[in-house]
């Protein structure tokens, strides 16, 4: 069993959609909760970083944490085309020994049609 | 601000052969990531180094990868002699080590062993 679980999709949606991105964990000890963007053909980029249990917001997007159901999720509103990429869950155990190994999920491939 | 930047970008050559991918960090960051990309594995962490010395390579396949950071502005990783199932996008990503800094990917070099 993988340590983070993830939906590879693709998932396809209509422009202005609400979009629900989800990915499970195993390890308890995970702290730190990311979620990357990733467009075709270029690297991860940051989109939300999140620590402990809750709930962040930035603009459309926000991330959820339930560290009691190791389920985490990223909510995408009024999506739009520029939305579809591949997003990737991440998460750690923290920066113990002074090192903050991430650990990645498949990743979740999002079109967004107009 | 430059971002994390990777050369070369594309690179194909015939089994055998040797392969050298270059990473340059963004200026002031002290930690450096190695990752390769595939659809079956997803995106793996291979060596991890901290002030130009790694720390962590669990992650490295075998003997035939290598990777050096002679300087805090440049890295490489280096296959040899180079296989088909080696065929992935390598990332580079940096980060300054500490708090809750996040990671900074490269655009990544796509590989194509013959």
């Known amino acids: 069993q993988k340590e983070v679980e993830q939906d590879p999709g693709p998932l396809s949606v209509p422009e202005g959609a609400i979009v629900s991105l989800n990915c499970t964990y195993s390890?308890?000890?995970?702290?730190?909760f990311m979620w990357y963007r990733q467009y075709s053909r270029k690297g991860p980029e940051l989109l939300m970083y999140?620590?402990?249990?809750g709930n962040k917001e930035d603009g459309r997007f926000t991330a959820q944490v339930d560290k009691s159901s190791k389920y985490i999720s990223l909510f995408i509103r009024d999506s739009q085309p520029s939305d579809s990429a591949t997003y990737l869950c991440?998460?750690?155990?923290?920066?113990?020994?002074?090192?903050?190994?991430?650990?990645f999920g498949a990743g979740t491939r999002l079109a967004v049609h107009p | 601000d430059a971002g994390v930047i990777q050369s070369p970008r594309h690179e194909v050559t015939e089994m055998g052969q040797e392969v050298t991918l270059r990473c340059k960090p963004i200026?002031?960051?002290?930690?450096l990531f190695w990752y390769r990309q595939t659809m079956m594995r997803g995106l793996e962490l291979l060596i991890y180094?901290?002030?130009?010395?790694?720390?962590?390579d669990s992650g490295m396949p075998e003997d035939r990868f290598s990777a050096k950071m002679p300087n805090a502005s440049f890295s490489t990783l280096k296959i040899q002699p180079s296989e088909p199932r080696d065929s992935a996008v390598y990332f580079c990503?940096?980060?300054?080590?500490?708090?809750?800094?996040?990671?900074?990917f490269g655009d990544g070099t796509r590989l194509s062993i013959l």
């Open positions: 390890n308890s000890a995970f702290q730190y």
């Open positions: 999140t620590y402990s249990s």
């Open positions: 990503a940096s980060t300054l080590l500490g708090g809750d800094q996040p990671q900074h």
């Open positions: 991440a998460m750690s155990r923290g920066i113990s020994g002074g090192y903050n190994k991430l650990i």
């Open positions: 180094f901290n002030n130009n010395v790694p720390i962590d």
């Open positions: 200026s002031g960051h002290n930690s």
